[in-house]
């Protein structure tokens, strides 16, 4: 790895090894690649040059190349990407863009994704290009992580993003809604809860899988202790997520908590059960970090996979989950109000019955994807979204998918907007 970028580099290799794509640092294994690396020195010495990451999915090539510096991530060249040696040397998508072209040009590989990352797990710009054997090259648009790389998705990716073509725009949310169905099945087989605690389940798992990035929770800890519960270990981590999100003021986290108690006592959520051989808090929590936390994790889509969740527990309850007083509004009726309203990026937003916020999340995007100033995106994340929620549970959800989607300071409020006379 670049002695440079020590920190950005095991960034990088945390995020492949969460997508589950296994790349090689500083050249290859491969015979014909690492030949080809021999002869690729960024300044055109003839002599060898090695991208950060290198290693095949399938049958394309992957190249990564990083700085640990984000005011170092592209140059241009009036309107391309310069190829100047100090521009090659110095930013991550020239230097991506030229080991991809070589090793098109030196190996049998012809489909390459190439990837300039710059920054760090805070901070940072993931561009991917597609490079083939011709002389021009494809910027895609940016990307979270690598989970459309890995050998499952890539070539959907592929035809998606590079060859232009449609493909099954329903196929993520169908595989989504079989995922709910089996879990929905599952919390009914092994534990006694609610309707009202089954999403609550679902939410609170979900944010304390976001605490292992920081070292403050992990699957491996749930052993259905008993003088710590599983169901302890992950409340312990959801109240650690809502203040890592600045959660605020404290009576509002404090509401959130309340919701999640539930999971540090119920017995038959910690108890150890026969046929599955752990606690089934385990279980759904293995479940959802398999099958649903990197979707949701890592979408860009406005689409409200967590409110699509709840209305497929309500629709197994009987109905639609209406004879509880919820409508759950789907994606293309949240996207089209946001089109209709014309919504711009210094709007500010206010859904007076919020529900599981998916106007709120679908009109977060339509913005946020109106402007590259992160000033402006940190105003519509931290100021701009309002929203009331009376039911509690209701209401913990709608700030639990806020903060799934990258924003903790939404302005929810759990109360009935009705009643209001005055909203600071």
Request: hydrophobic share 35%; proline share 3%; net charge negative.
């Amino acid at each position: 790895m670049a002695k440079k970028e020590p920190k950005t580099d095991f960034w990088v290799y945390e995020l492949l090894k969460e997508a589950n794509i296994s790349l090689e640092p500083q050249g290859s294994t491969i015979k014909e690649i690492n030949e080809a690396l021999k002869t690729a020195s960024k300044r055109g010495t003839g002599n060898s040059g090695y991208p950060e990451f290198v290693g095949v999915v399938k049958d394309y090539l992957i190249v990564i190349e990083d700085k640990a510096d984000i005011a170092k991530h592209k140059k241009l060249d009036g309107s391309v990407i310069s190829f100047e040696v100090s521009s090659v040397t110095e930013y991550a998508v020239n230097g991506a863009l030229f080991y991809a072209k070589h090793l098109a040009r030196l190996t049998t590989y012809k489909k390459i994704f190439a990837f300039g990352i710059s920054g760090n797990a805070k901070k940072h710009t993931i561009s991917p290009l597609y490079v083939d054997e011709t002389e021009y090259y494809r910027e895609l648009p940016e990307v979270e992580s690598f989970i459309s790389f890995n050998e499952n998705n890539i070539d959907e990716y592929y035809i998606r993003e590079v060859l232009g073509e449609t493909t099954d725009s329903e196929k993520e949310t169908k595989e989504i809604l079989r995922d709910a169905e089996e879990l929905h099945e599952d919390l009914r087989n092994y534990s006694a809860l609610t309707n009202n605690e089954k999403p609550l389940i679902v939410s609170g798992i979900l944010l304390a899988l976001r605490e292992r990035e920081h070292k403050n929770f992990s699957i491996d800890s749930l052993s259905g202790d008993t003088a710590k519960t599983d169901g302890q270990k992950i409340y312990d981590a959801i109240s650690d997520n809502l203040q890592r999100s600045k959660v605020a003021p404290n009576v509002k986290k404090d509401k959130l908590l309340t919701q999640f108690a539930f999971i540090k006592d119920k017995t038959a959520l910690n108890e150890i059960d026969e046929t599955l051989g752990k606690t089934p808090l385990k279980y759904y929590t293995e479940f959802l970090d398999n099958k649903i936390y990197k979707s949701i994790r890592y979408s860009n889509s406005s689409e409200d996979y967590l409110g699509r969740f709840y209305g497929e527990f309500m629709s197994y309850s009987g109905g639609d989950g209406q004879e509880l007083g919820i409508i759950l509004t789907p994606k293309h009726i949240t996207e089209l109000f946001c089109d209709l309203a014309d919504l711009k990026a210094d709007d500010i937003v206010l859904d007076p019955c919020c529900g599981t916020a998916g106007f709120l999340i679908a009109a977060m995007h339509t913005m946020l994807n109106m402007t590259d100033d992160e000033n402006i995106k940190d105003s519509i994340r931290r100021t701009q979204l309002h929203g009331f929620e009376l039911q509690p549970h209701m209401f913990t959800i709608a700030t639990t998918n806020m903060i799934l989607r990258g924003d903790g300071k939404s302005n929810l409020v759990d109360c009935n907007f009705l009643k209001q006379t005055k909203y600071n």
